[in-house]
């Protein structure tokens, strides 16, 4: 999982938002967080293939939801269909499975959820 969490924040270095996998002490808004990976066997019979669903969040302070979902659809842009090029294994399918967004508890900043699902095989 390691390989796809590097290829994804690879990915994203370009766009508009910092990428974190651990934000910063003082990390300015807004940025975007690698949360966490979910990975379930995907091949019964010979445990070659995992379906692993990536969590992404978008945090801003900007006034409303639009930078956050500027900043999502760049992600939309770039990973839908990207197949990555990983360090180990293969990636056999990306896709971008659901979007939303939130106000926060503070009533100022904006999250954004992205969730990726990736068919990975073990090489």
Not at 91 to 120: C, H, Q, W
């Amino acid at each position: 999982m390691n390989a796809l969490k590097t290829a994804i924040y690879n990915a994203l270095s370009g766009i508009s938002a910092p990428v974190y996998d651990h934000v910063p002490q003082g990390g300015a808004f807004p940025y975007v967080v690698i949360d966490y990976m979910d990975a379930a066997n995907a091949e019964f019979l010979n445990n070659r293939k995992e379906q692993i669903l990536v969590y992404l969040s978008v945090y801003s302070t900007y006034r409303g939801q639009t930078e956050v979902f500027d900043i999502m659809s760049e992600i939309d842009t770039i990973m839908h269909n990207n197949r990555l090029s990983l360090s180990s294994g293969r990636l056999a399918s990306m896709r971008v499975l659901a979007k939303d967004t939130n106000r926060e508890p503070d009533g100022i900043t904006y999250m954004g959820r992205v969730r990726l699902s990736a068919l990975f095989e073990h090489g």
